[in-house]
């Protein structure tokens, strides 16, 4: 979509940890629940006030310790569990991620696995690879992908990225569409902050 040039206005909302402005796309929301808590609106389909934070690991577990949230929900807050909550949002992260990893399969847009990955990335066809931290080969197709320029993004181990591509423990991933790829290190760098 070359001629998508229609820009939208763009809702910006503040931390309530940091205080610093960002797109609210890019934070995360959480609304009260009734009995007093909060719960993080994932799938920004919950009505009502809410508070945002930026998606990082130091901004939610600071809104916790310091409830940063009464302000803005202008009440005494019951709130999660840090690890609780971060274990929720990498859970969506993660599904989020399945999910356009399945479409990618269902479209024939990933190489999965050594060989695929080295025969895609040597024709030029990847346009991001995904690596597991404990692969064997992962310095080698890091060096490979940085001399064609082939960004390249880690998963923490062969099982995760062998489960979001719904096969064996897999090592490495090449992504063939560029929509795809941008998609899909997008939510891997947002799940980096929360580690
Ligand atoms: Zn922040």
């Keep these: ?42 799938r920004r389909n919950l009505g009502g ?12 577990v600071h809104a916790l310790k310091k409830h940063s949230f009464d302000r803005v929900f202008n009440a005494q807050v019951r709130y999660p569990n840090a690890d609780d909550l971060l274990d929720a949002i990498r859970s969506s992260l993660l599904q989020n991620i399945t999910t356009l990893l399945a479409s990618g399969s269902a479209s024939r847009f990933l190489c999965a696995g050594t060989d695929a990955s080295r025969k895609c990335l040597n024709e030029g066809k990847a ?51 560029r929509g795809l790829a941008d998609a899909l290190m997008a939510v891997v760098d947002r799940l980096e902050a929360l580690y």
């Design 49 to 60: 006030r809410g508070a945002h934070v930026c998606l990082t690991r130091k901004c939610i």
């Design 127 to 177: 346009a991001c690879l995904l690596l597991a931290l404990d692969a064997t080969e992962k310095e080698r197709f890091d060096a490979q992908a940085k001399e064609r320029s082939v960004p390249t993004r880690a998963l923490p181990s062969k099982d995760l990225l062998g489960t979001l591509t719904g096969r064996r423990p897999t090592g490495v991933v090449a992504i063939k569409d």
């Design 1 to 42: 979509m070359a001629s998508a040039s229609r820009r939208r206005s763009i809702a910006h909302r503040t931390c309530a940890a940091c205080r610093q402005k960002a797109p609210s796309r890019d934070l995360l929301r959480l609304v009260q629940t009734p009995d007093g808590g909060v719960v993080a609106d994932l």
